[in-house]
């Protein structure tokens, strides 16, 4: 169904919607929600956060002069408008698609995203940055502009970046976007008369009067008359906090009513003084009934049809790995109670909601806090609980210092389920768990292991329920197992030991995790052209399996590891094992396949694996190339 568009057709850039009389700007909010709806219904993406921020992303490029202003999205999800209105439009139905745009923000993509975010809480500190810079720069009329939701208001970060900002008096804007109403008072003409009242240059002319004439009275007297002035304000509007950071604070305001939303950024433009920050409060999924009424405003979709809203989703041949770890883990926990849960905000993309909903006086969500929830976890092992704390591969990277210092070297036993091991599709680089082999297995105590199909997964969760002597960790893929039968129950893997899937004689493949299918694959093309083919599943990266490594090296005129990791990783810790035990000075060949050297972009996951040559057709080629044979005689796709 088409959509009409007569005002959205004439903004090609920002600077075309300021041409616009502010008495359009609600008919430009209502094209542009429906040319995004729209668009998502093609491509998928996140909708809901994108829905809720349509009026606030039109004031804020009608207001501030982007991209001289520097706006800043946290986490980036909800930027699909921003997109749209930023020159991107003609290529909106390629979001998150390869070769098309990425779901978030991304410096490479336009002048209007000066920074690149996916994950949360960033947005605040990236902002006070740009503020400082023009400080330094002497860029007296630019402004740096954060928006953050109140989700992301839960990361540690974004208090540090409110109590630096406030503390240099940066001149800067940040706009609390509070769409779950966790903050927020009431909302309607009464708050945002006093929003648009304290934040206009009639009572910033008289407060600046009176502070004047304040400094004249004794100091003490004068802290207590700030003191009265800030508190009388937060008492009448809430922001107590922000302005005890050093922000002053306004708000909250309606964000879908653009008679408040505008006078109220255009005030605050035209501030001189230190940061300020705007409480507005929007609805997830708004103008968008099926959005509204869904549990979770339709936050992540697949394609969907726009009239009824159903979602265009394809039937599971197996269960997806998330599920298979939250059903393993309720089952475990029905005979051990000191098993515990603990997610950083990802309940239901961690499956912990599975946990949540069976045992929920024992699980935690302690918010966008991966740091704290691994001190929490390490807090707990410490006493004697079993903790999971289940945070992806790519988000456990900001809780690094906090498993190095709180858990590996107190030797704590925390278990760390690593979901999104390896490459994710359309989320791209930024949440690609490329290099959690490498920066765990680095440390002293550390027991990795990684699961080759789901059943695996059933095992090395209950391993990790019985193992109480270090820290220890396991990693699985984004999405669907293999298809393999799933065991009633979880066995106890011997710690450190791999196992042999096939045997055979001339070449030795030896997988850690997700690749092990494609390994299997490339040992039936290889087994075709008469080279017989062993593939082993390592199972853990450490501590290593020393005999099976020997056993393969020993028997096999090629041995290769394939991970779906970076380099430095499992790879390099064979070769590592392999020099030491002088088992490189006899001439056996030996391959290491990892993900490549760069950060990829979006793209179906087998393009991707294809891009970084990871597929079953890249292991028979490594396996020819080694043995010196042609590679006109490689050629599985013709």
């Known amino acids: 169904m088409a959509i009409e568009t007569p005002l959205l057709d004439q903004v090609n850039s920002p600077e075309d919607l300021r041409k616009l009389e502010k008495s359009q700007l609600r008919q430009l909010a209502d094209e542009l929600r429906a040319e995004m709806i729209d668009a998502v219904s093609v491509t998928g993406g996140h909708l809901g956060s994108g829905l809720g921020v349509v009026e606030l992303t039109a004031a804020i490029h009608y207001v501030f002069n982007t991209p001289e202003d520097k706006l800043v999205w946290d986490v980036g999800h909800q930027c699909y408008p921003h997109k749209i209105l930023t020159g991107r439009r003609d290529r909106i139905r390629t979001l998150r698609q390869g070769g098309g745009l990425s779901g978030f923000t991304k410096r490479s993509e336009s002048d209007y995203d000066p920074f690149g975010a996916a994950h949360a809480a960033t947005s605040i500190s990236a902002a006070t940055g740009f503020a400082e810079a023009a400080r330094h720069q002497g860029k007296k009329d630019a402004t740096a502009i954060a928006v953050i939701g109140d989700g992301s208001m839960s990361g ?177 926990a029905e005979t051990d109670k000191a098993i515990i849960g603990i997610t950083a905000a990802m309940p239901s993309g961690t499956s912990l909601d599975m946990f949540a909903e069976a045992y929920p006086e024992r699980c935690y969500d302690v918010g966008i806090a991966e740091q704290h929830a691994v001190t929490f976890a390490g807090g707990m092992a410490a006493d004697g609980m079993k903790p999971f704390a289940a945070i992806y591969s790519t988000f456990l990277q900001r809780a690094y210092d906090s498993v190095v210092h709180d858990v590996a070297i107190q030797n704590l036993p925390v278990r760390f389920p690593m979901d999104r091991a390896g490459l994710v599709g359309s989320d791209g680089q930024t949440h690609a768990g490329a290099f959690d082999i490498a920066y765990l297995g680095c440390l002293p105590n550390m027991v990795l292991m990684a699961a080759g199909d789901e059943a695996e997964l059933v095992h090395m969760t209950a391993t990790a329920v019985e193992y109480d002597e270090h820290p220890i960790a396991f990693r699985y893929p984004r999405g669907e197992g293999v298809g393999v039968d799933l065991p009633e129950k979880g066995k106890f893997l011997e710690i450190g030991k791999g196992r042999i899937v096939r045997e055979g004689t001339k070449v030795a493949i030896l997988s850690y995790g997700g690749r092990l299918a494609e390994a299997l694959k490339a040992s039936d093309t290889l087994e075709s052209q008469g080279l017989s083919t062993t593939v082993a599943d390592a199972r853990f990266a450490k501590p290593l399996d020393h005999d099976l490594i020997m056993d393969l090296v020993r028997n096999h005129e090629v041995l290769i590891t394939v991970e779906e990791g970076s380099r430095g990783g499992f790879g390099a810790f064979v070769l590592h094992f392999l020099s030491d035990a002088g088992l490189l000075d006899n001439g056996v060949k030996i391959r290491t396949m990892t993900l490549p050297d760069v950060f990829q972009d979006q793209d179906s996951p087998y393009n991707m694996y294809e891009t970084a040559r990871l597929n079953a057709s890249h292991i028979v080629e490594r396996a020819r190339e080694a043995l010196g044979m042609t590679a006109e005689v490689v050629n599985l796709h013709g």
């Open 156 to 332: 540690g970060m974004a208090y540090e970046g409110l109590n630096n900002a406030g503390h240099l008096g940066s001149k800067m804007v940040v706009i609390l976007n509070d769409n779950d109403m966790s903050i927020a008072p009431p909302v309607g003409a009464m708050s945002a008369y006093l929003a648009r009242a304290s934040s206009s240059g009639v009572y910033q002319g008289f407060r600046k009067f009176t502070k004047q004439l304040s400094k004249r009275l004794p100091n003490a007297v004068y802290k207590q008359l700030a003191k009265a002035e800030e508190y009388g304000r937060g008492m009448v509007t809430g922001g107590t906090l922000f302005e005890e950071l050093g922000f002053y604070y306004v708000g909250p305001i309606d964000g879908h009513n653009m008679d408040h939303l505008v006078p109220v950024l255009e005030n605050v433009r035209d501030m001189d003084e230190g940061p300020v920050l705007v409480h507005v409060v929007t609805r997830k999924g708004a103008g968008y009934p099926p959005a509204e009424e869904s549990a979770d405003k339709y936050h992540g979709v697949a394609k969907f049809d726009v009239v009824s809203g159903k979602q265009k989703k394809g039937t599971p041949n197996a269960p997806a790995y998330q599920k298979v770890f939250g059903k393993t883990l309720v089952k475990e």
